[in-house]
């Protein structure tokens, strides 16, 4: 490799709950580079899905952290081309794509919910999430079964 690999840029903290995590995934929401429109919505969604948090016994926060860790798949496949033939090759994620993944599917399938309000949107793709179900589980389960269905190409591995 000629080029010498760039250098990771340092996500800061959110002002309201000091979390790198909740950065990364505004900086995933944010359309147009309008971040403090995705940071109302993301806070929005936060303050829907709280009453639903005290319930369980939690903040939003870790409601939150719950729906993004039970939308996160561990495998994906990845097409690759031998002699002729494509064939879907299941692979690990490294944990950095695995969050990335994560957050874009839970954003993706907010955007497609109905509601008034991406905020509202949001919240009820999270709680969907934390309940273990929804768009977002469905994709993660759907990357599991592919990868599963498609083990015996594993060999063939990038």
Do not use: C, W
Request: charged share 30%; proline share 4%.
């Amino acid at each position: 490799m000629r080029k010498s690999k760039p250098k990771k840029r340092v996500i800061l903290p959110d002002p309201k709950y000091h979390d790198t995590l909740v950065t990364q995934f505004v900086n995933n929401l944010m359309l147009n580079g309008k971040k403090s429109v995705a940071f109302n919505i993301f806070y929005g969604a936060m303050d829907m899905i709280a009453e639903k948090a005290e319930k369980e016994g939690l903040s939003s926060l870790e409601m939150f952290k719950k729906a993004l860790e039970n939308v996160t798949p561990s495998v994906e496949v990845k097409s690759r081309r031998v002699g002729g033939a494509t064939f879907q090759v299941p692979t690990e994620i490294r944990p950095e794509r695995k969050v990335s993944v994560s957050m874009k599917n839970l954003i993706t399938f907010a955007r497609k919910r109905s509601g008034k309000s991406m905020a509202e949107k949001l919240a009820a793709e999270i709680v969907a999430a934390y309940n273990q179900e929804g768009g977002a589980f469905k994709r993660k389960e759907d990357m599991h079964k592919m990868a599963e269905a498609n083990r015996a190409f594993a060999h063939f591995r990038i």
